[in-house]
């Protein structure tokens, strides 16, 4: 079982990017799966989360409104879409993966409530 997320790179503020996530061992579409970031000298921050069940999303709400996570079922794949990035933006992003029952509604906000995680991509926003 494995994750691996891609599509990280330098960017100028206002500019977009998309990361990818993608599963070998298992598919994806059973899972749910969350985006995380951590910047420099700080904690791990949950990001958004597409479900398994009925593809409902969420976001933080530092992105909402200009990220948008998505799945591609064939390829395997969930995306993350980067609008309007900021230097804030800023980070190691990481794609994590969730197949078992949660006992509550924001679970996907606790990084400890995935079981699966690929290596980061960086995603760096700078003039």
């Known amino acids: 079982v494995q994750l691996q997320a891609s599509g990280g790179g330098l960017v100028q503020p206002g500019g977009s990017l998309r990361l990818s996530c993608v599963a070998s061992?298992?598919?994806?579409?059973?899972?749910?799966i969350g985006w995380y970031r951590q910047a420099p000298g700080k904690q791990r921050s949950w990001v958004s989360c597409v479900s398994s069940t009925d593809s409902a999303t969420y976001y933080s709400i530092t992105v909402k409104g200009r990220f948008t996570t998505s799945r591609n079922n064939a390829e395997n794949t969930v995306y993350l879409q980067m609008n309007s990035l900021k230097r804030e933006d800023t980070a190691l992003y990481y794609c994590?993966?969730?197949?078992?029952?949660?006992?509550?509604?924001?679970?996907?906000?606790?990084?400890?409530?995935?079981?699966?995680w690929g290596q980061g991509t960086q995603v760096t926003v700078s003039s």
């Open positions: 061992g298992f598919n994806l579409e059973d899972y749910a």
């Open positions: 994590a993966a969730s197949g078992r029952t949660h006992s509550f509604s924001t679970w996907y906000q606790k990084a400890d409530e995935f079981e699966y």
